[in-house]
T-cell receptor
Framework: GAGVSQSPSNKVTEKGKDVELRCDPI?????LYWYRQRLGQGLEFLIYFQGNSAPDKSGLPSDRFSAERTGESVSTLTIQRTQQEDSAVYLC??????????????FGPGTRLTVT | QQPVQSPQAVILREGEDAVINCSSSKALYSVHWYRQKHGEAPVFLMILLKGGEQKGHEKISASFNEKKQQSSLYLTASQLSYSGTYFCGLIQGGSEKLVFGKGTKLTVNP
């Protein structure tokens, strides 16, 4: 079946502009995660959605970052007033229900964001 | 909360073995291991759960020491295809959030 897809694959934007990144999880996966990966760095947790529960937003670096998810489908990550330090690859992952990490995460190809 | 991985990098010749360690300062519920090749998305390798249950690829082995709050990934008879950055991710009790370490870069040379 289809894997996790993300769009756009690349985004170049000017400092101060808003950007919206999209993630389509694997059908039936109730858990969805967003991560940020700066060049040569690790995976930085941003936000986690699980079904209809309130999302875990503890990783969002500032109030310029927000994310939404419609039911158990598409999610969008929005970055307002982008800054150069926002330049990174943004990865989305999905998995079956959480339950303490019983299920593996499937990652999308990522969106490479460059802020000029 | 971020797990500590060691070593940060390791270089092997094909056929050699390596161990990658992951430790936490908090009690663990589960440990995930992923491998990321350059320019690609991370790919699942293994999950180890408190209580001993494991799921993952047959050719990968790992251990989970609940008392020491540590996990180790064992790569034996390494192949060129093993090259990449290995990340451990931890689920701590009471949370569904997977927090990753900074990664261990493994290079396997012919």
């Amino acid at each position: 079946g289809a894997g996790v897809s993300q769009s756009p694959s690349n985004k170049v934007t000017e400092k101060g502009k808003d950007v919206e990144l999209r993630c389509d999880p694997i059908s039936g996966h109730t858990a969805l995660y967003w991560y940020r990966q700066r060049l040569g760095q690790g995976l930085e947790f941003l936000i986690y959605f699980q079904g209809n529960s309130a999302p875990d937003k503890s990783g969002l670096p500032s109030d310029r970052f927000s994310a939404e998810r419609t039911g158990e489908s598409v999610s969008t990550l929005t970055i307002q007033r982008t800054q150069q330090e926002d330049s990174a690859v943004y990865l989305c992952a999905s998995s079956l229900a959480g339950q303490g990490g019983l299920y593996e995460q499937y990652f999308g190809p990522g969106t490479r964001l460059t802020v000029t | 909360q971020q797990p500590v991985q060691s070593p940060q990098a390791v270089i092997l010749r094909e056929g050699e073995d390596a161990v990658i360690n992951c430790s936490s300062s908090k009690a663990l519920y589960s440990v995930h291991w992923y491998r990321q090749k350059h320019g690609e998305a991370p790919v699942f390798l293994m999950i180890l759960l408190k209580g001993g249950e494991q799921k993952g690829h047959e050719k990968i082995s790992a251990s989970f020491n609940e008392k020491k709050q540590q996990s180790s990934l064992y790569l034996t008879a390494s192949q060129l295809s093993y090259s990449g950055t290995y990340f451990c991710g931890l689920i701590q009790g009471g949370s569904e959030k997977l927090v990753f370490g900074k990664g261990t870069k493994l290079t396997v040379n012919p």
